[in-house]
């Protein structure tokens, strides 16, 4: 297993109307908004600081006739697209969409966990310089900072993640009924925190996976969601390690979250 496998390479954005979503996460996130490739292609780049963190894609008639939503999805880095789509079979998982190939970018498929939760895996072409994928500074703004779990069964989630990308428990918080807040990282990093896990509650209709972009200045930031056209649905709330969190809707009805060191 190399160094790579099982780091988060990038976030991308379904949406139906390209135009508004860039307006808003250009106004809510700061990021520069720059196509990639020629326009035509029609597939948009988030930039941080010049560094490009996300991409934008247009939900079609065809995704919504699979009843794919507005949503935001990451990628996950592995060393072989094929045999990592076979072990998330093989592990209880399912393949959405099998494996093919990106021309220049790489090779990915996009599967879910035993309990419904998507996620994009990639083995990205070799590239010279910094590449199309950022590495994961996770406290600069406009990048993802927390990556989160909503599952059914905290301790067979991470045993499932720990077999297809070797990603480990860190810790656990003690949420009392709701049970622990498993902090989970990967070995290959030296088990930097990189995400949260945690039970499904009842009002959250399936299991999923949530992301969190760091912004300077939590307040603030929630008054650009609601001006903007967005819906906060909770926050803005503290948690450990000194943060504050907002999670929100953008005015496609994607969900998205917030956090910051400065409330």
Known sequence: MSETHGKYIWAELMTPDKDDAGR????????????????????????????????????????????????WTRYVAVDDVDASARLFEEKGGKIMRPPFDIPEV????????PFG??????????????????????????????NELFTDDVDRAMAFYGDVFGWTKNRDFDMGEMGPYRIFGYAENNGK????????????????????????GLEDAITRVSTGGGKVI????????DSWIANCQDPHGAYFSLVSMQK
């Open 234 to 241: 909770n926050g803005p709330m503290p948690v450990p390690g």
């Open 117 to 146: 939760a998507v996620l994009c895996i990639m083995t990205p072409r070799p590239m010279e310089g910094s590449g199309s994928f950022p590495k994961e500074p996770q406290n600069m703004n406009g990048h993802v900072g927390w």
């Open 193 to 216: 925190d990189i995400g949260g896990i945690m039970k499904r509650l009842p009002q959250v209709p399936v299991c999923h996976w949530g992301y969190y972009f760091n912004v300077d």
């Open 106 to 113: 790489g090779r990915m498929a996009v599967v879910t966990d």
């Open 24 to 71: 808003f996460y250009t106004h809510v996130v700061g990021w520069e908004l720059k196509d990639f490739g020629s326009p035509e292609m029609g597939y948009k780049i988030f930039e941080a600081n010049g560094v490009g963190v996300g991409g934008m894609m247009e939900l079609t008639d065809e995704h919504k006739a699979e009843g794919i939503p507005p949503n």
